[in-house]
């Protein structure tokens, strides 16, 4: 028998349809609710609110489970590349040898920017944030591509919009941060792989190739995979309301890039380090900082901590906590910052009021100690982040082209401003 929810209204009963997800999510199909009982659901952050059908990502936050398509994140960061998951995320299945072949040299043919894309940074304040110069030059290829905008695109044309951008995001990155540094652009090169031609970018000169160490390559590869997608986040939530109205996907990602910069959200890893070396300036103190965080009176939070979603653990915080070990011992590395992170953690995980509002180390926790060890300057960590979550956008916006019952994204309010009054001519207020 179809189940079915029923809610009692000024006396009435009226029923709504349950909808189950493949993993035996439930939900209440309340698409008819305004029409039927002319309420809305009042629901503050959509904490509540399931936006749409999704078939790309899967996560259980009490369990902490994370899966890309049905495979387990844990799989693919061991075993996959970036590339890799990036078709797999927008086409839906794993790519044969041919496919990801043709995949990635889409990457290469669109790693380039035009000639006239290059003024942009000309334009740019050397020390102007890189995630507002990345929005408006993501939504700038709008102009170079108007073939690009009707709203009927075929398959072909998607994948070319997809591999400009995940190609094209790199290029712009590189060249956001040699701009900062006052150096040359370094063009790409056509051998190498995604992840190898991106430090190629940032990290060569015109006179001395980049010397890339493996592990530095695979710990950022595990990084851009281990964010490649998150289901109904703030910044994917944003790419498909934008797209809802039919919006081209460069415009829809680049309010996308603009709501991820949020410290909340991806703006969130730069914040971390930047409350590291906080702590580290004042001495170490890190039980200052944690009452802080636990004061009513002071909105100042943990930067790494909690999470929307998982209220046990952050899967990816897990893997990439170890991947930060490992790179620090293989390279190396000394960081008091690391020193400061472990000690945090631990005081964190034994305090109540952390404890109590199931508050753990999310998966910006430890992500900006790597890219710190990696050489990206603390500012430019949200970008990174951008990259990683772009085949998640990309992919959330095709879905929602293809499926016959998305509508235009249109939340309602309960309206608490003055009742009606006259308008009052300037000379007697
Ligand atoms: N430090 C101290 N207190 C916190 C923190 C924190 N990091 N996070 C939440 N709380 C408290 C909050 O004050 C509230 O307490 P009370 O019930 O006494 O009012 C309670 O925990 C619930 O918080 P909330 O703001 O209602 O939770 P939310 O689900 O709306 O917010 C969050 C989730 C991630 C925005 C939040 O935990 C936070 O601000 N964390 C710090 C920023 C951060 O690390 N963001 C990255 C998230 S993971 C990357 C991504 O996918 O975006």
Redesign the pocket.
Known sequence: MEEKAKIVLDGKTYEFPVETGTENEKAIDISKFRAQTSYVMLDN?FGNTGACKSAITFLDGEKGILRYRGIPIEQIAEKSTFVETAYLLINGQLPTDAQLASFASSFTEHAALLPDMLNFFKAYPKDGHPMGLLSSMVCSLSGYHPELLKPDLSEEEIQLMAAKLLSKVRTITAYTYKKSIGEDFVPPRDDLKYISNFLHMMFSTKDKEYDRHDAVVNALEALLILHAD?EQ??STSTVRLIGSSWANLFASVSGGVSALWG????G?NQKVVEMLEEIQAAGGDIHKFIEK?KD?DDNY????????VYKNFDPRATIIKKRCHDLFETLGIQDPLLDIAVKLEAAVLKDDYFSE?R?YP???FYSGLIYKAIGIPTKMFPVLFAIGRMPGWIAHWKEMKADPRSRIGRPRQIYVGLNERDYVPRDQR
Not at 263 to 266: A, D, F, N, V
Not at 301 to 308: A, N, P, S, T, V
């Open positions: 952050g998150h986040n703030c410290p909340l959200h991806g969130a965080a009513p939070r943990l930067m790494g901590f909690g999470h929307r509002r508050l999310n998966v910006d």
